[in-house]
């Protein structure tokens, strides 16, 4: 792999916030649109996206290294709010407890958890507001470093977006499927949601492809690293085969069969997407190829 600036410390991170808040997202979804079929898999997604976003922010501390050592620099971090990174604070500091009291209201887990059941509906509201800005904040925090031209575009939220919606969606759905396997069958009717993120996430990177092609000679160099250079290999077989073409396939056959489809390959379908994920976002950082100063 080309040497980074940044390492799996934060490639975990990026992909454990997003499919932590994607998983949340689609906790809310199925407990609003069909809570009587679906809650299960809304129960999943809950549990699932408190921790999730719990261990990523973990490892992106641990990356910080002198604010590890010295803990007390990181109130630095929220004292400029025209900084991303503040904000990226904030965010993640609001959104982790929202997640782990909605897991609690929800599934009705202690005392806490059955009193903030009144509250079910707020915290739905407030923590979607805060999972989109969880989400969208990962593919924020790479677009923002202006010394990598790969990064620095408006399509990179986007993307990051996109795959946190179907990563998350496919935690929430292995984890119902663990909970209890007869949720396979109704589980079907959600895969249209891979279709429509994976559509979206598989369009997006071939625009960003593109345009990286013709906008800069780093950003040239770090679209063709991926689909041609060194890291092609892994690009064209994790993140565009196993993440994105095999599981858009296996769900359109998943939700028109609609529960006859065997569990092995529906549960498969979600695995690929969660490794087509992780890939994707290590690729893409490990491709930024910054400007050489002459």
């Known amino acids: 792999m080309p040497e980074s600036a940044w390492g799996w410390l934060i490639v975990t991170y990026l992909f454990l916030a997003g499919a932590g808040a994607g998983a949340f997202v689609s906790a809310v979804a199925c407990d609003l649109l069909a809570p009587d079929w679906s809650k299960t898999l809304a129960r999943a997604g809950s549990l699932a996206a408190g921790p999730l976003v719990a261990v990523g922010t973990a490892c992106l501390v641990l990356d910080l290294e002198a604010g590890l050592w010295q ?83 408006p399509a990179m939220p986007v993307l990051f977006m996109a795959s946190a919606m179907s990563t998350g969606l496919a935690v929430a759905m292995i984890g119902a499927a663990i909970i209890d396997i007869t949720t396979i069958r109704t589980m079907s009717s959600f895969a249209l949601g891979h279709v429509i993120f994976l559509s979206v996430e598989g369009l997006v990177l071939m625009l960003l492809i593109f345009l990286s092609l013709t906008r800069s000679v780093e950003a040239a160099a770090s679209a063709t690293m991926l689909i041609s250079g060194s890291l092609s290999p892994y690009f064209w077989a994790l993140v565009v085969i196993v993440g994105i073409v095999v599981p858009y396939v296996l769900s359109i056959v998943e939700y028109y069969e609609y529960g006859k489809m065997h569990k092995a390959l529906v549960v498969g379908a979600d695995l690929c997407v969660l490794v087509g994920g992780m890939s994707l976002r290590a690729l893409i950082v490990f491709s930024g190829v910054a400007p050489h100063i002459v």
Do not use: C
């Open 71 to 153: 803990p007390w620099r990181q109130f630095y971090l929220v004292s400029n709010l025209s900084s991303m990174i503040t904000w990226g604070v904030i965010i993640l500091s609001l959104f982790i407890p929202v997640a782990f009291l909605y897991a609690a209201a929800l599934n009705e887990l202690t005392v806490v958890g059955r009193y903030a059941r009144k509250y079910l509906r707020h915290l739905e509201v407030v923590g979607g507001f805060l999972a989109v800005a969880t989400a969208g904040y990962t593919g924020v925090l790479i677009a923002v470093v202006n010394g990598v031209p790969f990064w620095n575009t």
